[in-house]
């Protein structure tokens, strides 16, 4: 009978939350879909891209809400089985109220790690489509910022033409062994520029021990300077912020080629802020899980709805901007970012702890 009941538990409970995930993908795709139509309406494309572009947008989204959802999705169970009396009946086949609420919660941890190892991989393979898809479309394409296995890649347009600068590395406003090209308007090679080190800390950079090479008629010069100064439209901050979007990264990128990312010019402090993010997921779930039990099961009898569904908003709206405070915090450098990930999940630790040892003597 403990079977039955432990599997109905669950399977309902994950019924619930699937419920929740496709109400908050529905009203997703119907908000983003604005989004894109309005960015695709003065191009001569089908009503399907941005369909297609919404549809890939949604479900890295929907990890990123996932907390909330799982908040909603346990308030919305534990209030049905409060007005069905289910909870009365589980009580009388000796499931507690702690007996409970670990079960959900633990499921919700489970379901956190689920989605970093498995779905998020997916969804960050997603966002790499869509935001290739985008900038194919995109009016400003002729700047360009890119990180990929062979470094740093830039290109820019300047006055008198082009230039195409890569890197083989980045970091500390440093770039190491840089190559710059420039061309005149109809892309043919002025002279090639390269450079040991580049100070890029504004956007005026400096170049040390530079060689040149000057092609003209066919024929090439070369020359070189100690230091020599370019201005460029990127800076260091500029490129850094490019990348400071982690949603075509997976989790799984992040642990095993963190020092590859580094080496590639992803700032080390971004990487660890995102890297804490994701592991503190199944945690944050798993609160989020309590939270919601504290709320709900401080009495059998049946209930009004709708006063909880006004006390889960607001609790998922300081949650939310507590989240924000926490980030900003960090990103002030008052602590460090890495911290700022898990200052929300110590904190509403702290205050569920308390509230968990209160259900479980009603």
């Known amino acids: 009978m403990s079977n039955i009941l432990y599997k109905y538990l669950l399977s309902s409970y994950l019924k619930t939350v699937l419920k929740v995930i496709l109400i908050f993908y529905s009203f997703g795709i119907i908000l983003n879909l604005f989004e894109e139509i309005e960015f695709f309406k003065d191009q001569n494309t089908s009503i399907l891209i941005p369909l297609t572009l919404t549809a890939l947008f949604i479900p890295s989204m929907i990890i990123k809400l996932s907390p909330f959802i799982v908040f909603i999705s346990s308030m919305w169970f534990i209030l049905s089985m409060r007005n069905n ?55 400003d394409i002729d700047h360009l910022v890119s990180v990929n296995k062979n470094g740093l890649w830039i290109k820019e347009n300047v006055d008198n033409g082009h230039r195409i600068i890569s890197s083989d590395e980045s970091r500390d406003n440093v770039l190491k062994n840089v190559t710059i090209f420039n061309l005149d308007n109809n892309f043919n090679l002025i002279n090639k520029i390269h450079s040991k080190t580049a100070d890029i800390s504004e956007s005026k950079w400096t170049l040390n021990d530079v060689s040149f090479t000057t092609f003209e008629n066919g024929l090439s010069q070369e020359s070189s300077l100690e230091t020599f100064s370019i201005v460029s439209k990127y800076n260091y901050e500029k490129i850094t912020s490019l990348f400071s979007n982690f949603d075509t990264m997976s989790f799984l990128d992040l642990v095993l080629n963190y020092k590859s990312l580094q080496d590639q010019g992803y700032n080390k402090t971004y990487l660890d802020q995102n890297l804490n993010k994701m592991l503190s997921l199944p945690f944050f779930l798993f609160l989020m899980t309590a939270l919601a039990s504290i709320l709900t099961m401080n009495a059998l009898k049946k209930t009004n709805n709708f006063t909880f569904i006004i006390i889960g908003l607001l609790t998922c709206v300081l949650i939310y901007y507590f989240r924000d405070l926490s980030l900003a915090l960090g990103q002030t450098n008052r602590i460090s970012l890495s911290l700022a990930a898990w200052v929300p999940v110590l904190t509403l630790g702290l205050l569920t702890s308390i509230g968990i040892l209160q259900i479980n003597e009603k």
């Open 85 to 139: 009396k289910d909870l009365l009946n589980f009580k009388v086949f000796g499931y507690s109220n702690f007996k409970i609420f670990f079960i959900l919660a633990f499921t919700s941890f489970i379901f956190g790690w689920v989605m970093l190892f498995a779905i998020n991989p997916v969804t960050s393979l997603m966002m790499k489509y869509y935001e290739k898809t985008k900038s194919s479309y995109s009016l």
